[in-house]
Structures are given as structure tokens and as C-alpha cells.
């Protein structure tokens, strides 16, 4: 069965340092991979997503990820973070013919002014 | 430009009493979803349609029952609401040209007294 590991809960970083939140996820089979984020009291957005094609994706607002088939991950990357990051982060997967989307637990990232 | 709309937006109940929550996206998306969100769980799905007609159990369906009332509405329902229900709840549909993203709701806040 799929599933999808945030390895940490709560990551905090300093305002304009590099921030990296860590995907793995189990599948036996091709999978797409999502970077969803959400704001305090809002829905979840899309930040970013692999379907297929080259392996590092570029999402909104900065922020980039890296699928690694070899290692299942898909790890979340910005190089200079801003106080409007502070969000909960999720990463998503689902099966090619799949029709159910798996989160992660999410990952809360605190900038530090 | 409404996307996914979700109603109420805040409920207060007393244990015992039912709801009902409402769900519409006007994007014409086959599949729609309801989740909770508690801290610390990430997201849990509650059930799910993946096409007018029908819906399925998702990993946390006891005490919710839902319906697909046409393609556009999606409802939830609590028949007797406990505590343990005291959550945010997020609809979701996903369909259409870019058919693997999900696109959300801004979700209800349900506290259950």
C-alpha cells in the first residue's frame, strides 16, 4: 500500500536562510507527487507537482522539489525564506489510476525574524 | 472564480445534535472528497465520490454519512454529533484538464460540545 512519511512535524528556520522539508514516500508502482501548502486558517493550494518529465519541479513563491526515484523522496527546497512562508506543509501522492490522494502529516515551518 | 465552496464556515453543536455539511464546486469535476483535520493527524479522508451516483469509505467514515446530490454538490453529514468530531472538515474535487491536482474548500470549523 502507498503511503507517504513528513519526517518532521516542525522544522523552524531564521528569515533568508534555506529551508528544506523532507518527503518519502512507499509505492510499488509509478506515482505523481504534490507539495500542497496552507496558510493559517485557509484551505490547502497547490504548491507544486511531479507528473513526469525532469525530476526537479518549480512551484509558486520560490519554492522547488526534487523527485529522487531511487530513493522515493520528494524533498521540498527554498533558498531564502520570507516571513509569508510560515504555513503547514503537506506532501501529497497518488497512483496513476488511483483515485485517492494520500497526504502526509504535514510539516510546520516557524521562521524565525 | 469560486472553485470549491464550502458552507458553514464556522458551527458550534451540542453532542447528539446533527448537521449537515455543504459542499459545491463549479469546475465540473467528477471526483469529490471530505476530509478532517485534526493537530498533529494531518488529513484524514472521511468518504469520497468518484463520479456522480457514487461514494466510497475513506480511512475514518463511522459517524458521517455523505451524498452525492449531482455533480456540482457533495454533503456531509453528522446524524449525531459527538466530541470526537470536533474538527476542521476540507472538501476537495479534483477532474478536469489538469485532473490530478485537488483543489479545496476553505473549510468549516466544527466544535462539538
Known amino acids: 500500500a502507498q503511503s507517504v512519511t513528513q519526517l518532521d512535524s516542525q522544522v523552524p528556520v531564521f528569515e533568508e536562510a534555506p529551508v528544506e522539508l523532507r518527503c518519502n514516500y512507499s509505492?510499488?508502482?509509478?506515482?505523481?507527487l504534490f507539495w500542497y501548502v496552507q496558510y493559517p486558517n485557509q484551505g490547502l493550494q497547490l504548491l507544486l507537482k511531479y507528473l513526469s518529465g525532469s525530476t526537479l519541479v518549480k512551484g509558486i513563491n520560490g519554492f522547488e522539489a526534487e523527485f529522487n526515484k531511487s530513493q522515493t523522496s520528494f524533498h521540498l527546497r527554498k533558498p531564502s525564506v520570507h516571513i509569508s512562508d510560515t504555513a503547514e506543509y503537506f506532501c501529497a501522492v497518488i497512483l496513476n489510476r488511483d483515485d485517492k490522494i494520500i497526504f502526509g502529516k504535514g510539516t510546520r515551518l516557524h521562521i524565525l525574524p | 472564480n469560486a472553485g470549491v465552496t464550502q458552507t458553514p464556515k464556522f458551527q458550534v453543536l451540542k453532542t447528539g445534535q446533527s448537521m449537515t455539511l455543504q459542499c459545491a464546486q463549479d469546475m465540473n469535476h467528477n471526483s469529490m472528497y471530505w476530509y478532517r483535520q485534526d493537530p498533529g493527524m494531518g488529513l484524514r479522508l472521511i468518504y469520497y465520490?468518484?463520479?456522480?451516483?457514487?461514494?466510497d469509505k475513506g480511512e475514518v467514515p463511522n459517524g458521517y454519512n455523505v451524498s452525492r446530490l449531482n455533480k456540482r454538490e457533495f454533503s456531509l453529514r453528522l446524524e449525531s454529533a459527538a466530541p470526537s468530531q470536533t474538527s476542521v472538515y476540507f472538501c476537495?474535487?479534483?477532474?478536469?484538464?489538469?485532473?490530478?491536482?485537488?483543489?479545496f474548500g476553505a473549510g468549516t470549523r466544527l466544535s462539538v460540545l
Open positions: 509505492s510499488s508502482v509509478s506515482v505523481y
Open positions: 465520490s468518484a463520479s456522480e451516483g457514487t461514494t
Open positions: 476537495a474535487s479534483r477532474g478536469g484538464t489538469g485532473y490530478n491536482i485537488q483543489y
